[in-house]
């Protein structure tokens, strides 16, 4: 996510989170039946932006690490997730991030996979699976 096109969203990231819309509750349903995720799964976002997709995965007792480059953004997205405790956000791109030792049992990005480098993004995100 390093260009300046991707990084444009920060500068107005008040705007972006008013208004940009929600998902569907019924989306997040399909998620954990389709992955067949465990009870209490581990989730890595990749560019949680302000946190609209991270918020009902939050919700759903996820352990979720979330990346975000944006500092304004991560903040918000923070704010979003205070009442989440098992909910972290990393001011950093993807590709700058060295993926710690545990696995995830889910790496997804709701709208931000398009800005990571097409030359690793899905090898780097397989490989932060269990």
Known sequence: ?????ALSFDSSAEAYDRF???YPDALFDDLFEIA??????????LGCGAGVATVPLGRRSVKLGAREPGARLAQIARLR????????????????????????????????????DPDTR???AASTLV
């Open 1 to 5: 996510m390093h260009s300046s096109r």
């Open 81 to 116: 997730l205070a009442a989440y405790p098992d909910t972290t956000v990393v001011e950093t791109t993807f590709e700058d991030w060295t993926p710690e030792s545990n696995r995830f049992d889910l790496s997804y990005s709701a709208q931000a996979f398009h800005w990571l």
């Open 36 to 45: 067949e995720l465990p009870d209490q799964p581990r989730a890595l976002e």
């Open 122 to 124: 899905f090898e780097r």
């Open 20 to 22: 940009r819309p929600s």
